[in-house]
């Protein structure tokens, strides 16, 4: 770094360091405090207790213990001590370790849902989260200690002054003998163990459950809490208690409603009113130290703008902020201003005359993973881009990587769009599913065709496919067949999940298709002899029908905007689709200047 530094004079105090010793040698007078407030959070927390390591069993294992190093984009220096879970032993240092976050869907859902019936939102940060869940009992942990902060037993000074900082911050550090070894006996959930995800996610659940909520059985990440209002509730203010600024609630007529959407640590919530709102910072302060949202409004999670918009009619979630340093890591700020994400002819293929890349030299998988989390949470319209990129991660070509930058620019370009919810809809259409549904026939090498659809909920997509069908279809009836039946089965669930919600669907979900062979055969209407192979598809397609959960619709192929999923377009093609993927984009100031 400090020759790299002296070649194009790159600032190392705003380089992350990759280790200890790269965080004392770039900026030890940021990345040492950040250490010491981190060291000091396990203190408080009662993370680990110091035992010697003659007390060990010949059968336990030491974990060894490493620092991460993340600048926050607000500057702030964020240090985290880690113990690297790599080393465990499964079913002697863990056992259980599955743990479930909500998912993108769901998620998209309660935006959806929160921009069209004008609820509140916040996002919650629960600082230190796993720390606040305990190790299961038949689980025995021991690590090394964290660089830098080593208790050793000697008589050099520097040694003593960290011990007594241990004991200042409440650390009982147990009167040994000098030259004697210590580890860490961990208690709690410490980042980087095998099992701390789902402890931390059992611990929260638990919490959430004692205070009324419901965890949704389509996703065990979303929590509802709707009930009458009680006195309890809100303890009146104190007459000689001027500083409280909460005024006296009526409860007589006030339901208490809340949705929380859980991803790890990160907690978006949607209020039906501002009392309920109140009454969840209470209830939720009292038990997590977490930071809220700026103004408790719901701005940034996981990398994600949600920004009211319209005078609050409408909800728009972008990236933008990610989309700039993709660019600036990739050097795309610069180039050609391409008006599709795609060429038109690019089918992601393996060319056996073209030759591997040099993957040292060009990162093919950082800038896929940094595309695709754009792409699967805010820009549907990429999807089919996306899906082709991924496909040659095993092997990719300079073809691919041109590709992949190519998407990167166009994202660049388009920065600031995103998904846009809206409560400005017909009363018909408000909270109400629609999907579209397309798939293309051998569009795929080896005679492989690819399904696409979307979801729609509120104005702009909330769930999104485009991938290759696993099987070789002989029809585009059959393509066509395969591809509804995977949209049913996501809609199947998006409509328990509205359910769960308290937003049933009534009456059938309304799902666009271009092919009137799936439809007669989904109807009833017809019987043809192609349709025996896959007759299995055909009869759940035309029990959904039958029953009144869904209504196939015919679209023509113009109007259909599940193409844009489907295919790479030519960009009026795309253009055309585009804002019926999106959704209406919202109206800038300078644009009504």
Not at 159 to 173: A, N, Q
Not at 554 to 569: G, I, M, R, W
Request: overall charge negative; proline content about 3%.
């Amino acid at each position: 770094y400090r020759q790299l530094a002296g070649e194009i004079e790159v600032d190392l105090k705003e380089v992350t360091p990759k280790n200890y010793k790269e965080a004392i040698q770039f900026d030890p007078d940021r990345w040492y405090p950040s250490m010491m407030e981190e060291m000091a959070m396990h203190v408080r927390a009662g993370t680990w207790e110091i035992v010697p390591k003659s007390s060990l069993l010949p059968s336990d294992n030491i974990t060894g213990m490493t620092w991460t190093y993340t600048i926050k984009r607000s500057g702030r220096r964020k240090s985290r001590a880690c113990a690297r879970g790599f080393s465990q032993r499964k079913n002697i240092d863990f056992f259980e370790v599955f743990s479930s976050t909500v998912t993108t869907d769901a998620l998209r859902v309660g935006i959806a849902l929160a921009a069209g019936n004008n609820r509140l939102m916040s996002v919650y940060d629960v600082k230190g989260a796993y720390l606040e869940s305990e190790l299961p009992k038949d689980e025995r942990v021991f690590c090394e200690q964290a660089k830098g902060f080593e208790i050793r037993y000697s008589d050099d000074e520097d040694d003593k002054l960290i011990i007594e900082w241990f004991k200042s911050k409440g650390l009982e550090v147990p009167d040994l003998e000098n030259g004697t070894e210590v580890l860490y006996a961990i208690r709690r959930s410490l980042y980087g163990l095998r099992s701390s995800s789902r402890q931390w996610n059992q611990c929260f659940t638990a919490w959430a459950v004692s205070k009324g909520f419901v965890v949704l059985k389509s996703d065990d990440c979303v929590f509802r809490l709707y009930r009458k209002a009680k006195e309890e509730d809100f303890p009146k203010n104190k007459q000689e208690d001027e500083a409280s600024p909460e005024p006296d609630v009526d409860v007589s007529d006030l339901m208490i409603d809340i949705e929380l959407y859980l991803y790890v640590d990160d907690a978006f919530v949607t209020f039906g009113n501002e009392e309920s709102r109140r009454f969840f910072k209470k209830i939720f302060h009292e038990r997590w130290d977490a930071s809220e949202g700026t103004g408790g409004d719901a701005r940034a999670m996981l990398g994600m703008d949600i920004t009211p918009c319209d005078d609050g009619t409408k909800i728009l979630l972008s990236q933008t902020g990610m989309i700039e340093d993709i660019a600036e890591k990739f050097d795309v700020k610069t180039g050609k201003d391409w008006k599709s994400p795609m060429a038109k002819e690019f089918d992601g293929s393996y060319d056996e005359d073209g030759g591997d890349l040099d993957q040292d030299e060009h990162p093919y998988k950082s800038l896929i993973g940094s595309l695709l989390y754009v792409v699967m949470h805010s820009r549907p319209d990429c999807a089919v881009s996306m899906s082709m990129l991924c496909s040659a991660m095993a092997k990719p070509q300079a073809k691919h990587w041109q590709a992949g930058l190519r998407l990167a620019r166009y994202l660049y370009l388009t920065k600031d769009l995103g998904l846009s919810f809206t409560s400005n809809m017909s009363k018909k259409s408000l909270n109400k599913l629609s999907g579209m549904v397309d798939a293309s026939w051998c569009a795929e090498k080896g005679s492989r065709s690819r399904e696409a659809y979307l979801l729609k909920l509120n104005g702009a997509t909330v769930s999104f496919s485009s991938k290759k069908i696993s099987t070789i279809c002989l029809s585009s009836a059959e393509a066509e067949t395969t591809a509804a039946v995977s949209c049913m089965k996501q809609l199947l669930w998006l409509r328990m999940l509205m359910w769960e919600l308290d937003y049933p669907q009534v009456g059938s979900t309304e799902v666009g298709e271009d092919s009137k062979a799936t439809i007669d055969a989904a109807s009833g209407n017809s019987q043809r002899k192609a349709s025996r192979y896959y007759q299995m598809r055909t009869a759940y397609l035309r029990s959904l029908v039958k029953t009144g959960i869904i209504h196939l619709s015919y679209v023509n192929t113009t109007e259909q905007t599940a193409d844009a999923l489907s295919k790479n377009l030519n960009p009026p093609e795309f253009m055309r689709h585009q804002p019926q993927i999106l959704g209406k984009q919202p109206i800038k100031k300078d644009e009504e200047n």
